[in-house]
């Protein structure tokens, strides 16, 4: 039986994470590159100067929301192999699925900067939040469900937290395309913030299943 | 005898897996830069931001293909790694050379996004799959012909698995090649699903050689 | 106890290390893309090439002192992980806070390289700077303080130089801000020396808090 | 004593060579974003199309110079750290100091490709390697001295091949710039297949100082 584990195509979760940092690394870095493209954009005097700057100032809030979406994505994506033992194939493409999305929030996160007086833009970027947080509820879904590859002894409540607060983010998103379309698409963005309000009610998993 | 392995020129695995994984990861993540930048060249209104948007889903669907063939190949490479007991100097530069051609892959991506009315682009880009997966067949054959790095009880059937798995791939890049030039250029690169469907006759592989 | 530990949210060093690594390869990389772009903006004869080509040593030299202190902050994150040996979720946070502000380097690099006639782009410059040495004494001083998150018996003297030492990055940003505004804006940047000539100045800590 | 390589000022080898990994890994990939750049200069016709592709072809070649070129260096690198047992702060700064070298290959391999008519760009791109080649080679004599960060028993062949082959690839640089200025430039870089030739007159280092 170890024998079938080592040969054949367990992999394991070290390599997993290392490509997920990897990745996580260059997403989170790539935005940047946006940032003040219109300083580089032909001959720059002093009033181009001053306001090309100034129209740096809502890119970098745009690549500062991604960041703290994508470092929450990725505090969950370790909490989840925390409590996995051990992978399979399917886990391991949900995980590249979740990847490709994460990958995409630099094209996406550009149009929400550029693009922000078009509803469309903001609801495309919202929409790819949602398909990430929803992407990392299924593999944890997944990999909990049954116990299939987590801890026999993981407790039921941690894995409802997990579910939960993936549908949180996942809701929140549908909340910002809302708005986008019917309040004002410049500031829909602002209601990312409900994730820190909605993880308020979100209490806190017990880490057993113990009576007491 | 282990001093020689210790002071000489025996690489250890870990770094040749930390290199790697750090290259799939970008090359899994570049292509990205290219999407949309159409919405980028100048002053745009509102019909050129829904048309250069339009332009965008088919780079995407590049994009994703691309990302698809990039986790078969980092899989494979990962059961190579995990069936790899040490490595030699010529192990390492067919792998550097792997690697070569998988960072032609954001060029050729694009390439194949951009000029796909152009059969020449297409088959660039095929060729560039066949040749990676042509270059681990090769990797695969040299570590495991005589169990020369694998573990000696590899089965037979692993490493027959391997090999008719790499050239699947090479076999399915051909005929996307010459689907471009005699069907159509633009939906040839549909053909590389066949990889999926070839998979299901490739039989999975027998973890030992024991008659049983 | 040790449940709660392993299955809700403690997430391991070697994580942190890994993503905070390899933000820090890819931002030493980055700014680099920038370096010759007056080489690639055009069709390039014999004398623009020259001219091109001179341009680019401020650039390289920006480049280079960008290099320096980020290496520097890598050193400093390196010694506080060292000296680690536990962390929280707090912790976690604000060292993403300071890699946010890591990865805004190569647009702050490429401000103070392309526009250091104002002042201003010099001083952005030297402000993200400063924030992130800010922030890390503000990890250090939130992990040493009560030996919060570091071993017992890590001595005062190694806690107070690790404040001191962020304390003086951040001072001699001041006066690179100052310098920049009062002195002449393309030279400022030459006080950044100062974190060499101040590092002379704090003592080495004294490993343990015996009375010897 | 081991109080103070704890909580003071010793690195680990491991994030060392975390970062360096992370910094080839995109070196080696980064390069191939400016091939092509032909390609995407505006609209593209038929003939422009077929034109720009075939003035794709010399910068692939480039492009792998440079690959081969960095992974010779990354084997190096890899060597030296198998050998050497400890690190200490004079061994990470001259570390630093060769990756910056190595972050300029992406500038200089560009140069060397879009503008080898001019043999000041192949002077450039080959002194470039030169400097980390001398770069590598003064890391290895610091470390390898008296033996001080390497194991006692390390043979004095294996210093002294470390020294030669980075000697030879200095060598061959200069061979390189000189055939950039005084036979051709644009085919001058063809001299680094020297550092083949070179190494066979290498002799293999023995790995124990024995006398059998």
Redesign the interface.
């Known amino acids: 039986m170890q024998?079938?584990s080592?040969?054949?195509?367990?992999?394991?979760k070290n390599?997993i994470?290392?490509?997920t940092?990897?990745?996580?690394?260059?997403?989170?870095?790539?935005s940047?590159?946006m940032?003040?493209?219109g300083?580089?954009s032909g001959s720059?005097d002093?009033s181009t100067?001053?306001s090309s700057?100034h129209e740096?100032v809502p890119q970098?809030f745009n690549y500062?929301l991604s960041?703290v979406l994508l470092?929450i994505f990725?505090?969950v994506h370790?909490?989840q192999m925390?409590?996995i033992v051990h992978v399979d194939s399917l886990y391991?493409?949900l995980n590249?699925g979740s990847?490709?999305f994460i990958?995409?929030i630099?094209?996406t996160t550009?149009?929400n900067s550029?693009?922000s007086e078009?509803p469309?833009?903001v609801a495309i970027y919202a929409a790819n939040i949602m398909v990430i947080s929803l992407s990392y509820t299924l593999s944890w879904f997944y990999a909990a469900r049954g116990r299939r590859l987590v801890?026999d002894?993981?407790?039921d409540s941690?894995i409802q937290n997990g579910i939960w607060r993936g549908l949180l983010t996942a809701g929140v998103s549908v909340i910002v395309i809302v708005a986008a379309y019917f309040i004002h698409s410049e500031w829909a963005t602002i209601f990312f913030l409900l994730i820190f309000v909605g993880g308020f009610f979100i209490k806190?998993?017990k880490?057993?299943n113990d009576p007491t």
């Open positions: 024998n079938i080592k040969f054949t195509n367990i992999l394991e390599r994470e290392a490509l940092d990897g990745i996580y690394a260059i997403v989170l870095t790539l940047v590159l940032i003040g493209t300083l580089y720059v002093s100067f001053y700057l740096a970098i500062a960041f470092s990725w505090v370790h909490r925390n409590s391991i493409w590249m990847l490709f990958t995409l630099p094209f550009n149009l550029d693009f078009y469309l833009a801890a002894d993981l407790s941690t806190n998993p880490p057993t």
